[in-house]
């Protein structure tokens, strides 16, 4: 497979601060990724150093098999998406558009002016005078329009109502589909993009906790719930995540596929069982507990 | 609409099954393309792609290069005997367990059986 990025022993410290611990992975080219992790897990840092915003401390990166500071060709096929961009103050949305078709080789002036309708943007008003929700729009337009082979959005969504987020997964998907490419959303909406990840990055604490394909993650976890001691019968020599009980009724969260043998094995108990989503997976993931981490690291 | 209680792409197949069985999508006739159901449902069209190929390998759609899906011709028949071997495990064999968690007998469970018969006309 094409490799988009690569990525070997990366790490960014800040004195003795150390924000990104020896990160190890590579993206193959045409799949949407999505990078996950909790506020300051340090998913950030990560997507500005593999778009040459900021100098790792150690380790490679590669993008499209080449090295990136100062290297324009490969910056120019890269479109990096972020929660606040910043804009020159004189700037009109018209201008931002301009400067995206001199940027970008793949820029399409008429699908930008089509996703300009769809977000209901006024071009010849001020960056300045535009509202968060607008401002994130812009964003949006110019990360689709540019068709980047490499595009990023990293929480590109700051002030937009559901309907505007709607819009933009529906472009999305729909522009991917007609010009494949790899595309990475990072976010903490993860229930609004799981369905849309092929596969998955989670940073923890500044180390990546799981690289994997969408559909494997959610069969890592389900949940059973029912009288307390017939959970606790279940879970027993059991990876369990996490254990919630009210009054005489529990629930818990296992580790596990969730294959025939197990889901027999609940009904004669006559223990519920439901699925867990990715989103409540990597919420239990994350909250930091010594016990969870040895749970992932099985 | 889809959820998680099973693989995504289990679910986009079942769905098209459910559509030719119901007669929404008649044999030879075509499917909607990947990206298609990728935009509808809002998924990744490599999953809705993985969801059309489970369908292709069972023989119920098949490939007309550079034109599309197409339901296969004997695929309504084909799709109405796999539900109906799967209906006893998945309905009856549940429904009798919790009938006898309930307490209610046979004769009662009949009785219901037959009072549904109504509800349908």
């Not at chain 1, 150690?58 to 990136?68: P, T």
């Not at chain 1, 109502?161 to 010009?179: C, K, N, P, Q």
């Not at chain 1, 197990?262 to 519920?272: F, I, N």
């Not at chain 1, 909250?287 to 981490?293: F, M, P, T």
Request: hydrophobic share 40%.
């Amino acid at each position: 497979m094409n490799k988009v990025i690569e990525v070997n022993h990366l790490t960014k410290s800040y004195g003795h601060h150390t924000v990104v611990h020896d990160v190890n992975f590579s993206l193959e080219a045409g799949k949407i990724y999505g990078l996950l992790g909790r506020n300051g897990a340090g998913k950030t840092t990560v997507m500005k150093m593999i778009t040459a915003q900021l100098f790792p401390t150690s380790g490679e990166i590669k993008v499209f098999g080449e090295n990136l500071y100062e290297n324009r060709s490969v910056l120019n096929q890269v479109c990096f998406i972020k929660e606040s961009q910043k804009y020159p103050d004189i700037f009109r949305i018209a201008d931002v558009l301009d400067l995206c078709s001199s940027f970008f080789p793949n820029w399409d002036r008429e699908y930008a002016d089509s996703l300009i309708e769809d977000f209901r943007l006024p071009v010849k008003r001020r960056i300045k005078k535009l509202s968060r929700g607008m401002l994130s729009s812009v964003g949006i337009v110019v990360g689709l329009a540019s068709r980047a082979p490499l595009t990023i959005f990293d929480e590109p969504y700051l002030g937009l109502d559901a309907v505007a987020r709607s819009i933009f997964y529906d472009r999305l998907l729909e522009d991917y589909g007609t010009h494949p490419r790899t595309i990475i959303l990072s976010t903490h909406l993860i229930d609004e993009v799981s369905k849309m990840l092929e596969h998955v990055l989670v940073i923890d604490d500044g180390r990546l906790m799981i690289n994997e394909e969408a559909e494997a993650i959610r069969r890592r976890a389900f949940s059973v719930a029912g009288p307390s001691k017939k959970v606790d019968a279940f879970t027993v020599g059991r990876e369990t995540l996490s254990r919630e009980a009210i009054g005489g009724m529990a629930q818990a969260i296992v580790m596990g596929d969730l294959n025939s043998k197990t889901r027999s094995q609940a009904k004669e108990l006559g223990l519920e069982i439901n699925p867990v989503s990715m989103q409540q997976l990597i919420i239990h993931l994350t909250n930091h507990n010594s016990q969870r981490k040895a749970a992932i690291n099985q | 609409m889809i959820d998680d209680s099973r693989p995504i792409y289990v679910q986009i197949a079942e769905r098209i099954e459910n559509d030719i069985i119901e007669g929404g999508l008649l044999e030879e006739s075509q499917v909607p393309s990947t990206n298609q159901f990728a935009s509808f449902y809002q998924i990744n069209p490599a999953t809705a792609g993985k969801g059309v190929n489970l369908l292709v390998d069972q023989g119920i759609l098949y490939k007309k290069r550079g034109v599309g899906m197409f339901v296969a011709t004997g695929a309504r028949e084909k799709l109405i005997k796999k539900r109906r071997e799967l209906f006893f495990e998945q309905y009856v064999v549940s429904m009798i367990h919790e009938a006898e968690k309930l307490g209610i007998t046979r004769e009662e469970l009949t009785k219901m059986i037959q009072k549904g018969d109504k509800i349908d006309e």
